[in-house]
């Protein structure tokens, strides 16, 4: 097992894609943190339409350990009380994934400031008040892992003017700080997943979602469990002096651009 026995904290573990990352890094023998505003998953109207089981009973199936703590990462008071818990619990943090996120559609002239302020909140603000309270915790780790969950939306546009631009940011942070914790031996990471079977989805059109096959190359919609199996690896002794990269992972979909 790749993580035996690390402490993983994976925000917005619920659903979608960190419950795929939850699931893989639990198959690794981790022990993960869900921190989600929600304990029950979303069901989607395209996909996951029938998931029900909360994620940390999921984990209960592979003989690892899993806790829900409810974390709204747009409030810092949640999450210094989320990480408190963390540390009471285990002693220490190995790992830390950044994965929450929201998505509001709309042009420039559609969102509103107070959804654009809200998109940026949790896609970026977010990502960095939990990357800098985490921080002290995993200079005591020996396997300090940082990894945020940003998108293929982070190298052009169509995604609407906030989230696009929280995801491009989180890509230049995560080169910023890999720069600061290199000293401390903390490698910090980012995955751009391209459309993944989430219901994040749910906003686009059935033309549209196909279309996004047709432009696939690898000739399907990409699963959670894609994204989670490159996180295993990013959080792994196999990725130990890889640091400040953005992986995209999106089934050749951006190779043509």
Not at 79 to 102: C, P, S, T, W, Y
Not at 148 to 162: D, L, M, V
Not at 184 to 194: D, F, H, L, Q
Request: aromatic residues 6%; proline residues 3%; hydrophobic residues 40%.
């Amino acid at each position: 097992m790749q993580l035996k026995d690390r402490i993983c904290i994976v925000t917005g573990g619920s659903s979608g894609i960190g419950r795929g990352i939850a699931l893989e890094f639990a198959r690794e023998g981790a022990i993960v943190v869900i921190a989600d505003i929600q304990e029950s998953p979303i069901q989607g109207k395209y996909h996951q339409i029938d998931v029900t089981t909360p994620t940390a009973k999921e984990i209960e199936k592979y003989c690892s350990k899993g806790i829900f703590i409810e974390t709204d990462v747009s409030d810092i008071t949640q999450i210094e009380n989320m990480l408190k818990i963390v540390i009471e619990q285990f002693g220490r943090l190995d790992v830390l994934v950044n994965n929450a996120g929201i998505h509001i559609p709309g042009g420039s002239q559609d969102i509103s400031i107070a959804d654009w302020d809200k998109v940026v909140g949790v896609n970026l603000r977010g990502v960095f008040m939990t990357t800098k309270l985490a921080i002290p915790f995993l200079k005591e780790s020996k396997y300090g892992r940082i990894i945020q969950i940003a998108s293929i939306h982070a190298f052009g546009g169509g995604a609407g003017p906030a989230y696009a631009s929280a995801k491009a940011a989180v890509v230049n942070m995560v080169k910023d700080t890999a720069l600061e914790v290199g000293k401390y031996s903390i490698t910090v990471n980012a995955i751009c997943p391209g459309y993944i079977e989430t219901a994040i989805q749910d906003y686009l059109t059935p033309e549209q979602v196909e279309s996004s096959l047709q432009k696939t190359p690898l000739q399907r919609l990409g699963l959670a469990k894609d994204i989670g199996r490159a996180a295993v690896f990013f959080a792994s002794d196999d990725a130990e002096w890889i640091t400040g990269a953005s992986l995209i992972v999106d089934g050749g979909a951006s190779a043509k651009s």
